[in-house]
Structures are given as structure tokens and as C-alpha cells.
């Protein structure tokens, strides 16, 4: 089995997706694609020390949006 | 069809002068609606009895001097991931549970009941806004009415080619990784994606939290404009949306001290479509005999917002389908599948790593936007492409990522307005963006309500569509 195949499939097995063995081939067709590009958003110098653009305040509550 | 107004804002301008009702519109817009939508596939559900009854009711307060704005009394779409009471929201899936929003309005429904809107019915999109168009569902494969083998776009599918068709004068699009800017280039109408939190997404299935927007299509920017009047405004509901007064702005004379940046790398691939450079130059042209200066532009950090898009947007929609996706698979579409199974393929350093890229890019957009005041794109360099590649299997949304330009900006927040910029020798629409800074949709709307006034894109109409026009799909 090539490896990108073998490491997909360990991947949507631990995610509890029951992907078929065509979906599997389709994704690790794309996937050093997708690992490439994703290792790219490690390399510019400007974001060694950027905080996330992520939210989260203490006083936060859940509302009902009606 | 010619004897009645073409935009929103001359409908709403006709309703206060006496020379229609939102009854005749109403009627219009069902008739139309009639006669199209079983070759278009625009409506999941239609709600033709209610529209009815509330464009009386807009034509009583119209006569009353109850004056609700310009929305009052207009046809209007909302896509079928947005929840209202009357009607169920499916999302375009066999998957959502029925009871998730019934007998509730999300609050830009509601606050377009409340400005008096006659909405006609809930549109269809692609599943939770990401699949791809398929037939093997019994959903209808939205077509566009410009040439109806073709793709409308997505996922904001229904509302576009809607608008486009004349079953609707605006509507509502969700915009996450370019699902209001897509079909607005795709049919040939004004989309705008406004900033990330101007305008409440609760009561909206998400697609992907930290990239979801609300946003109207219509014909024109003016139209968009008087849209997100109402849609603009914090909500308790919703923690990312904030409070900054949006007023729908005039129309200016010139553009005489306007900066924009021309944004052309990576947006012309060697096979766009050969229609394209001339259009964005023509476009580009017109802001300059307006007054404004034109500088190039390459955008900080693209290839990075494309991957942060994409994955940002696969993790957070895998968050919220994980379970039924465990349980369900076989009943999401194929291409919803895939594009879920990609969030389990990256970490969650890698999902954190994406949010600080974001940060990153969006500070070195904030400088750009120093030097320029708007910045202006192709939406696609490509027009709508046709239907059967993607029915076969022959295509997916992998072969069209290299022509969509919309992801780097649901990545940074920004706000965008998309404009048909002219058409293809095959008869098909084109379309340019005009970026701008957080919260200055208003400056946008500005450029775009002058472009229009120079040019007739925008109120282009593709023949009719249907059984009686003699049109077949």
C-alpha cells in the first residue's frame, strides 16, 4: 500500500470516518499536496511569535438566538 | 417582465410613487418563478401564499404612510441554511435534523421580516454549503439562466441564479470560502460579502465559524447597500459580531482622491478565459477616468490564506459533522464527504498554525491598505462551467480552485463586492471584486454604485427561462 494511502486511511480511521477505498485513493492523491501547503503556514519569519486569530473571553455565555 | 421595475431600489422607489404594488411584484415574481424554477431549481421551498399576504400587508402600510425602508414590499430569497419559522431548513441534506431552527427566525430573517421584506421561499445551495452539484439526491441541481448546462456556482445557488432570473430582487448568500461572490459572478448580479462580524451568523448552519458571512445579492451595489442596512448590527447571539453603524451610502460624483490597488498575480492563470483581461482593464479604465489613481498590488501572503481558508474551513466543518458523519456517511453527498474527511487529515497545531498565519496576513493587509484604499480582482478567471463535467464525476471542485479568487478573503475578513464586469464570447458572465478595509463597506459600495452608474453590466438580463419561453434545460 503507498504510504500517502496507508496514512490517510490511519488518519480518517482515528476520526471515525468510514471512508470508502475510492474516497481514501481520491484524498491521498491531493495529500502531500495538502501537507506541503500546510507546512507553509510554519515558514514565514513574521509568524513565529503571532498570536492566533482565535476567540475567547472569560465571560462568555451561550445565548439563544431567538 | 421590461414593464416593471428591474432593481430593488427602483421597486422601492415605484412603491412610494404609486406606479406598482407589492402585489403586482409579488405576482410577478411567483409567475416567474412558475415558469423557471422547474428548469433552474432555485426554490427548495416556496411560500407563495405568505408572500401574498405580506405584500398586501406592505401595500396597506405603503398607503398608511407606514414607511418600513426600501425593503419593504420586495420579493426577496433566503438560502436554505439560514432558519425560518414558516418553513423547514434542510440545508440542501438529508443529514441536518429537522428540528434544528423549526418554527424560528436567525436573526437577519427576522430582521428582514421586520423591514417588511415579501420573502418567496428558501433556496437551494450545495449540502451545507460545500458540497458540489449532484443528482443523485432528489434535491434539484441548481442550473444558471444564463445558459442552464451550466453552473450557477455556489453555494449560494438558488439566491444568484434567482436574482439573476427575476424570481427574486435580492436575497440572502453565506459567504465562507466565496458562496456569495462565486454565484454573484457566476449569474451576473452584485454580491457582497461583508466584513467577518458585521453582520450576524447565529441562526445560520455553520460551515466554518471563524470564516461564515451573511451578505445580500441583488442586481446592483445600490441594492446590496439598502440589504445590509438591515442585515448590519451586533446580536447577543453571536459573540464575533460587533457594533459599527452601517448607513447605506449615496452615490458619489467622482472618484477624484481614490487610491486602488490593481491585484493581477496569480488571478490571470494561462488559461483563464480570453474575455478576461480585457474586461478587469476596462473595469480598471473606468475608476480611472472616475478620478481615481491605480497602483499595482500583489496581495500579502495569498498562497497562505488559500490553505488557511481550506483548512480552516474543512477542521471547523468537520467539528460540527463529526458525529453525524460517523454515523451517516453514505447520506452526505460525496463531495461533502471530501471535503470533511480533509479536516481529519491535518492537526489541531496545524488548525492553530493557520489562525496565526491569518493574523499575520491580515496585519500585513492592514498596511497595504495604507497605500490604497480599495484594492480590485477578478472574482474568477474563468466563467460558469458546465454542469455535466461535475454530474459525471469528470470534475470536481479541485479542477476549479486555480480560477476562484474569493478564498484569501474569507481567510483575512474583509469586506467584498463582486460586479459583473462584462461577459464571454459565449455569452456568460464576468466579474471584478473590490476589496476594502474592515467595516468600510460603505467606501466599497461608493465605487461600486459609481461604476454602475458608467456601465450596464449590472442590468443585463439572460433570456427567459422555461417551459412557456421555450427553453429547455
Known sequence: MPEPIAEVRMLLDAAGLPASDEEVAALAAHYPALREATDALYAPAAVRYADPALRFRADAQIVDWT | ?????????????????????????????????????????????????????TADAADAELAAGVDRGPLQGIPFGVKDILA?????????????????????????????KAAGAVITGKTSTMEFA?????????????????????????????TGAGVAAGLFYAGLGTDTGGSIRIPAAFCGITGLMP??????????????????????MARSAEDCAAVLAVLAGPHDSDPDCVDAPF???????????????????GHFPPDSDPALLDAFD?????????????TPVTLPYRAEMLTANMLTLACEALAYHRTDAQRRWADYYP?????????????GADYVQAQRMRRVAQDALRRTLTDVDVLLCPTTSVAAPRLDAFLSGASSIMTLLGHIHTGYWDSVGNPVLALPMGFTSAGLPLSVQLAGRPFDEAGLLRVGQLLQRRTTWHLRQPAPVGASAGVAA
Request: charged share 20%; with cysteine; aromatic share 4%.
Open chain 2, 1 to 53: 417582465m421590461s414593464e416593471l421595475p428591474l432593481t430593488l431600489t427602483e421597486a422601492a422607489a415605484a412603491l412610494r410613487a404609486g406606479t406598482t404594488t407589492s402585489r403586482r411584484l409579488t405576482e410577478r415574481a411567483i409567475a416567474t418563478a412558475d415558469r423557471a424554477d422547474p428548469v433552474l431549481g432555485c426554490y427548495l421551498h416556496r411560500f407563495d401564499e405568505l408572500a401574498l399576504a
Open chain 2, 335 to 347: 463531495a461533502t464527504r471530501a471535503m470533511l474527511a480533509r479536516g481529519a487529515l491535518v492537526s
Open chain 2, 195 to 216: 466584513t467577518f462580524g458585521r453582520v450576524p451568523k447565529s441562526g445560520c448552519v455553520p460551515l466554518g465559524y471563524s470564516l461564515d458571512h451573511i451578505g445580500p
Open chain 2, 130 to 158: 460545500i458540497g458540489m452539484p449532484d443528482d443523485s439526491k432528489e434535491f434539484p441541481v441548481p442550473r444558471n439562466p444564463w445558459d442552464p448546462a451550466t453552473w450557477p456556482g455556489g453555494s449560494s445557488s438558488g
Open chain 2, 282 to 294: 476596462d473595469m480598471a479604465t473606468e475608476l480611472a477616468d472616475a478620478g481615481a489613481s491605480l
Open chain 2, 247 to 265: 448607513t447605506a451610502p449615496r452615490c458619489p460624483d467622482d472618484l477624484v482622491g481614490l487610491r486602488v490597488g490593481v491585484v493581477r498575480d
Open chain 2, 84 to 112: 425560518m419559522a414558516e418553513g423547514p431548513t434542510t440545508a440542501q441534506s438529508d443529514v441536518l435534523d429537522p428540528a434544528w431552527g423549526a418554527g424560528r427566525d436567525a436573526p437577519v430573517v427576522a430582521r428582514l
